[in-house]
């Protein structure tokens, strides 16, 4: 048995991440969205195709989104290389949502749409199992995994321990916040095994992250000072 607090934070004490994935390119999307949720909340990241002057969330606990509440529209632009995310506040404990992003007023999905599962009420006793593991694309087997499709369906939620990108090994080897903004793109489009698997585990429950050193350089150990320190952060961040 585990006890549920509000919020669940991933991360190595300085930076943690909700993790956007990428889907199937409609309308206004190019990255699909992820949640990551609380008892009562969930946060939606996404990014665009180009800027956009409202993206927006529709949802409901219902997978045919009947009745559902779409949340005021928020912007996008090149300053976050067209990345966002949106906030769904006042939901059930314990309970699936089903949702769709829209893009100036056009929904970006269809049935059967992405979907997640609010914790159980904080403070709750409750039995839960969840995934973890690292190393989206690691070097022995590159795009030939399929260990995202093995983990089942039942787990809450995804916590991924870092390299999310090997930014010093997959081209274009990163230096600078462009480089670092292709790596994840890259990652997160799905052009593989690996990859696709990852993305549509991303679509059927939460994902926590945090980085390792693949995600900045190979053994990076040089602190916050170094140059693809700041890039590399915001890359990760954003995406």
């Not at 199937?24 to 699909?32: F, I, M, N, R």
């Not at 009562?40 to 997978?63: E, W």
């Not at 928020?74 to 829209?102: C, E, H, N």
């Not at 890259?186 to 995600?215: C, E, N, S, Y």
């Amino acid at each position: 048995m585990g006890t549920f607090t509000s919020t669940f934070t991933a991360g190595n004490g300085t930076q943690s991440k909700t993790l956007a994935h990428v889907f199937q390119v409609l309308a206004g999307l190019s990255t699909s969205p992820t949640a990551s949720v609380s008892d009562t909340t969930a946060r939606v990241s996404f990014r665009t195709t180009a800027a956009s002057s409202s993206v927006a969330i529709k949802y409901a606990s219902n997978s045919s989104l009947t009745g559902a509440v779409t949340t005021s529209g928020v912007a996008v632009d090149g300053t976050s290389d067209f990345t966002g995310a949106i906030d769904l506040p006042g939901l059930a404990a314990d309970t699936q949502y089903w949702y769709t992003p829209v893009v100036d007023e056009v929904d970006q999905y269809s049935a059967p749409y992405p979907s997640f599962k609010t914790f159980p009420a904080a403070g709750a006793s409750a039995s839960f199992s969840f995934a973890f593991g690292a190393c989206t694309k690691h070097s022995d087997t590159i795009g030939e995994d399929s260990i995202f499709n093995a983990i089942p369906a039942g787990a809450r939620f995804f916590l991924h321990l870092g390299d999310t990108v090997y930014a010093d090994r997959d081209p274009p080897i990163a230096a600078t916040l462009a480089d670092y903004r292709t790596q994840h793109r890259t990652v997160l489009i799905g052009t593989d095994v690996t990859t696709q698997d990852f993305k549509a585990l991303r679509a059927r429950m939460p994902v926590f992250t945090t980085w390792d050193d693949h995600d900045l350089a190979n053994d990076f150990s040089s602190g916050t000072g170094a140059a693809i320190y700041a890039p590399a952060k915001q890359a990760f961040q954003e995406y």
